[in-house]
């Protein structure tokens, strides 16, 4: 995927869907180069982040919870936060922050495209997560747009 493109389309979608502030659907976000047939010494790396500063251990910590696949048994950190899957979906599935102090609570979005993961953090229940995917599922169909 052209890189040009998937930055243009991730500043577009980040700027109107990603703020600390409650008027976005989305608290931080994450893309992360993702290619999961590609070969074992091919490392992930942070693409772009918006609202959250991740270290590369954090991050292979994470692909690797991604890569053994048991994402029903075990438990994944993104910052100070860790997370359990609460339900699981084709190419994406959804988890609430089991540590956090919010009174509403916090959850992430994992969808993976062709050759990204995408991350997606947000405050909030049912209805901040429905804004969630809405704004995860955007991204994914402008990025899959430039394959017609």
Known sequence: MEWGFVHKVWDKWASNNISSSSGEPLKAALLINYDPTGPSRLLSTIAKQEGIKVNPIELSQFVDFIKRDKLQ????????????????????????????????????????????????????????????????????????????
């Not at 994944?76 to 609430?96: D, K, M």
């Not at 509403?104 to 050759?115: H, L, N, V, Y």
């Not at 995408?118 to 429905?130: K, T």
């Open 73 to 148: 048994t075990e438990t994944f950190i993104i910052g100070p936060n860790q997370y359990l899957v609460t339900s699981i979906h084709e190419n994406w599935f959804c988890a609430r922050c089991m540590n956090t102090s919010k009174p509403a609570g916090e959850g992430a979005i994992i969808m993976q495209t062709a050759a990204f993961l995408l991350v997606a953090l947000y405050d909030g229940s049912i209805g901040s997560a429905s804004r969630a995917m809405a704004a995860v599922d955007q991204f994914a169909w402008q990025l899959g747009r430039r394959n017609l």
